[in-house]
Each structure stands twice: as structure tokens, then as C-alpha cells.
């Protein structure tokens, strides 16, 4: 975020955010600065506990929806008062799981014509690393941002400022506190079979993480607290908050030390709010076994998260942004990829046969025309899973696409790119896969159709040195030809194109046949047929 003292331009007037979650409900008034970020005006909160019964009856407590309700109002009225000319709202786990979560946002709506967003566990993940993304420098680092609510927790792994993997989880600090009966004191044993439970949850959500993170960052009211708390006990009470760093070790011995306090005792720590002393014991369970997992022992705190990922994003956005030319669109999918390691000359040359194969096959295999520009852009994406690592680069291109705001992409596109650079190799496209069952059964075709094509012009460079100058397909009846025109050997890159015909011959129905002919009139006729 920005902030200045100097004289302000205004480019998009006043905008506020406000977050309805399971724990409390938050509002932001910022004014919009010409260069991209924001200036704070005015921030409130207030803890109306929407999720208090959820856990048990699987609906909305109703005097925590009347209180939350009165607090939109009067969070409307503030907004009014800074004459904002947006406003969003947002809800989070509580509107997300309860089942009169849609008659709640039903009840705002009339009343007081405010439409509340619910939005995914995903999407929120996203904000909370849009945030922190703005505030620390990931360039070069693999990081972990965890994000504790009321209702759950989302972590988020990124490589070099580009998310990963996402995982989302219940273990919100609310809902843990209620479930494992940890909102008074907490005996030894009891502590244990919480830890257990957070551990499991998070084991079953996450399993091995792909890589262990440099740092962590934690945003929420779990984390601001627990950086408030220590800050206290080092009389450093007061301070900036914001970046404050915390070791597992002091976590630990905290945790030991509250859950040994009743209620009223954990009222009177220095740091804690009275409202957060029911549920922080839960809340640093979940923070010592995210660190745990993700075998990191430093957490580092950020004071903002979701309510700046949508501010942030509120004015990044334009109520009509303008197309994005396609030679616009290459040059940002070619920085990504670049930014992620990829060797460019293979990718622009896979592309090119790619496009190519698409563009002859396209009207005898009843294939969309416009589609060439996917998988052109799917072939240079492919491998910017070696980010990551190499083992399971494919399904780690696929996290870092989709999660990738690449410009003049929509969400349905960059799903569509996802896949296609997903099923680049390894298993062939399934409906029980989540990612694939996603999509729409006609976009799931054109992701098998857009990946078999995608496989062959891989191959056909599988020695990264570009000896296939030209391609010229062409389907008959049960077979598809294709010849080659090559500058060299290219019986490397053959061997390998006739090595990954399956996907295709069984999308299509046609088996394939190669023919090789090298650019020297000398060498010419030299076949590879497979039959």
C-alpha cells in the first residue's frame, strides 16, 4: 500500500471495502492516488461473532445477524459521510458455510441495499497474497502467506511473487475454539488433542507441500494479536507492528502459557483484546502447526490482508477496461514465462509448430480456427512449472497459470491455458479431475484437443536445438500425415513425436504418420512411419 503526506490527486475518487466475516466485520475508506495505490481515510471494526452457532447448528446465530446488520448500516453511513463513489462488500467463511447464509445476503440486500460478495475460500487466499505481494518483495523467494479467519484458514505457496499452490482448510480461529471446547482454560491433554486435530486437518488439506518456504507471512486478526502480545512482553508495545517477526519457539511457549490461563486471566494480557481471548489459544495452534508443516520458524506479520487485496484490486480495476491487443497479450504471456525460467527459443519455437498443426487441422477436425492463439500461448506457458520443480512441473504449471492475472485474460481463458499447459504431459485428461471437471464439457474437449496437438509440437523439438523448420499435416481417412521439413537431424525430435501419438490418436480417432525431409535436396525421401 501507499501513503503520502503530500498534496493528493485524486484519479478515482473515494472507494470502501468492507469484509463480512465469521468473527468480525470490517470497513476501509480510502481515496484512490494517481499512481495505483491507495490512501487510508478512515478504518472501523466491529466483533459481532456472525459464525457463533455455526459449528453447532449449521446456521447463523440470529442476534450475531442482527448486530451484523445494525453494523452494515452504520459502516454504510460512514462510507456516505466520505462521499465514496464504490462501495464493495465482501463475505467470507461464515456466509460461505452457513445454510441461511443466502437469506442473510438476501436481508442486506433489501434493507439495506447493499449486495454482499461471497466469495470463494480461493478468491480469498488471492486478496489476502495480493496484499502481501504489494508490501514485501518476493522477487526470487519462495514464501508461504497463511490467512486466519474466523471460519478458515487459507495458505498460499509462491515462487518469486507467483502463486502456486493454494490450499484451503476450516481450521478458522472461531470454529476451532468451538469444536475442540478451547475458548476457556485448556489442560496439557486437551492442548495435545487440539494440536492433533489441527495437525490432521491440515496433513489431509495440504499433504507434503512441494517446497519448504524461506518465509511466512500471516495476516488476520490471529496474527496481529499474537505479533500485539509479544510486543507487549518486550515493551515494545506501541511500535510499528507491521513485518514484526516471530519465532516458532515463542509461539509454542505462548500457546503453553494461555491455554494455562482462564478466561478472565487471558482478559488481562498485555496486548490481547478481551474479544480475541476465547479464541487465540485455537488461533496459535493453527499458526505452530502451518509452521510445523511448512518446516519454516519465522513468521513474519503483515497488518493488512483481504480488506487491501480488495481495495487493491477495486482500483486496479476500470468499469470498461479497454481489449488488450494479441501482440499486447504474447508479450505478457513471454515475460511471465521468462520471469519463470523458461527457455524462450524452445517455447516460441513449440508455439509456432503448435499453431501451425492447429491451423491445417483445424477445418478436417471440425476444430475451432480461433483456438491458434490458446495453444500458442499454452505452448510457451507449458514448462513455467520448472519454477517449482521438475517432478510434477505439468501440475505446477497449472497453479501458477491460473493464479497468473495475465492482461486480456479472462477467468474462463486462463482456465482453459491452465489445463491445456497441465496436460502438456503425464496422465491424459480425466473427468475426475477436479481442475478438468471445472469446465464445461465442450471446454473439456477443447483441452484434450488443444493438449494431444500441444504434446506433438512439444516433441518435435525435443532436443531444444529448433531442426524442425516446417510442418505440413494432413488428415485422410484413419490417419493424419504429417511431414516434416527439418535443417538437420531431427531424428531425436521424431523418435520423441512418435513416442506421445496416444492422446492424440485416441482424441481423434486417426493414427499418425511421420515423414521426415531434410532441407538438402541430398536427403531427401528418409522416412519415419508409424502405423
Not at 5 to 18: E, F, H, K, Y
Not at 302 to 316: C, K
Not at 354 to 377: K, V
Request: net charge positive.
Amino acid at each position: 500500500m501507499e501513503e503520502t503526506t503530500s498534496p493528493i490527486q485524486l484519479v478515482g475518487g473515494r472507494i470502501a471495502a468492507i469484509d463480512v466475516g465469521s468473527n468480525s466485520v470490517r470497513l476501509v475508506v480510502a481515496e484512490v492516488l494517481p499512481t495505483g495505490g491507495y490512501r487510508v481515510l478512515d478504518e472501523e471494526r466491529e466483533n459481532t461473532r456472525l459464525a457463533a452457532a455455526l459449528a453447532k447448528t449449521g446456521r447463523l446465530d440470529p442476534q450475531a445477524a442482527d448486530a451484523t446488520v445494525t453494523v452494515l448500516r452504520n459502516f454504510l453511513s460512514i462510507a456516505q459521510g466520505y462521499s465514496v463513489n464504490q462501495v464493495r462488500a465482501i463475505g467470507t467463511s461464515a456466509l460461505r458455510d452457513a445454510e441461511d447464509g443466502p437469506e442473510f445476503c438476501d436481508r442486506v440486500r433489501k434493507d439495506l441495499k447493499l449486495s454482499i460478495e461471497v466469495i470463494s475460500a480461493n478468491e480469498e487466499a488471492r486478496l489476502a497474497f495480493l496484499s502481501v505481494a504489494r508490501a514485501f518483495d518476493l522477487s526470487g523467494r519462495k514464501v508461504a502467506v497463511a490467512d486466519i479467519g474466523g471460519g478458515s484458514t487459507e495458505v498460499v505457496l509462491a515462487s518469486s511473487g507467483l502463486v502456486d499452490q493454494v490450499y484451503e482448510t476450516r481450521l478458522g480461529a472461531v470454529r476451532v475454539a468451538e469444536q475442540c471446547g478451547a475458548t476457556g482454560r485448556v489442560s496439557d491433554k486437551r492442548v495435545g488433542e487440539l494440536c492433533k486435530y489441527v495437525d490432521r486437518e491440515l496433513k489431509r488439506e495440504m499433504g507434503k507441500p512441494p517446497f519448504v518456504p524461506e518465509m511466512l507471512y500471516g495476516t488476520g486478526g490471529t496474527f496481529t494479536a499474537l505479533a500485539a502480545i509479544i510486543m507487549a512482553q518486550q515493551g515494545l508495545a506501541g511500535q510499528p507492528m507491521w513485518g514484526f517477526r516471530i519465532t516458532r519457539p515463542q509461539i509454542h511457549h505462548l500457546l503453553a502459557d494461555l491455554a494455562n490461563m482462564t478466561l478472565a486471566q487471558r482478559c488481562k494480557v498485555a496486548g490481547l483484546s478481551p474479544q480475541r481471548a476465547d479464541i487465540i489459544v485455537a488461533g496459535l495452534a493453527v499458526i505452530e502447526a502451518i509452521m510445523q508443516r511448512l518446516q519454516v520458524n519465522v513468521v513474519q506479520v503483515h497488518t493488512r490482508g483481504v480488506r487491501d487485496g480488495l481495495l487493491l484490486t477495486m482500483v486496479q480495476q476500470s468499469p470498461t477496461p479497454p481489449a488488450v491487443p494479441t501482440e499486447d497479450r504474447r508479450a505478457a504471456i513471454e515475460e511471465f514465462a521468462k520471469n519463470c525460467g523458461v527457455d524462450l527459443p524452445h517455447a516460441r519455437q513449440v508455439a509456432r509448430l503448435a499453431g501451425s498443426l492447429w491451423q491445417q487441422l483445424a477445418a478436417p477436425l471440425h476444430l475451432r480456427a480461433e483456438d491458434r492463439e490458446l495453444i500458442e500461448s499454452s505452448a510457451i506457458l507449458a514448462n513455467v512449472g520448472y519454477l517449482i520443480n521438475f517432478e510434477g512441473h505439468h501440475k505446477h504449471s497449472y497453479h501458477l497459470v491460473l493464479n497468473s492475472e495475465l492482461p486480456g485474460y479472462e477467468r474462463r481463458q486462463l482456465q482453459l491455458l491452465a489445463n491445456v499447459a497441465r496436460y502438456h504431459r503425464g496422465a491424459r485428461p480425466k473427468k475426475r479431475h477436479a481442475n478438468l471437471a471445472e469446465l464445461s464439457p465442450e471446454d473439456q474437449q477443447r483441452v484434450k484437443s488443444l493438449a494431444a496437438i500441444l504434446r506433438l509440437a512439444l516433441a518435435l523439438d525435443r532436443t531444444h536445438q529448433q531442426t524442425v523448420s516446417e510442418v505440413r499435416a494432413r488428415a485422410q481417412e484413419g490417419v493424419v500425415r504429417i511431414v516434416i521439413q527439418s535443417q538437420g537431424d531431427a531424428e531425436v525430435d521424431v523418435w520423441a513425436a512418435e513416442r506421445k501419438v496416444d492422446l492424440f490418436e485416441r482424441v481423434f480417432g486417426r493414427k499418425v504418420a511421420f515423414t521426415v525431409r531434410k532441407a538438402s535436396p541430398s536427403n531427401r525421401g528418409r522416412k519415419h512411419i508409424r502405423t
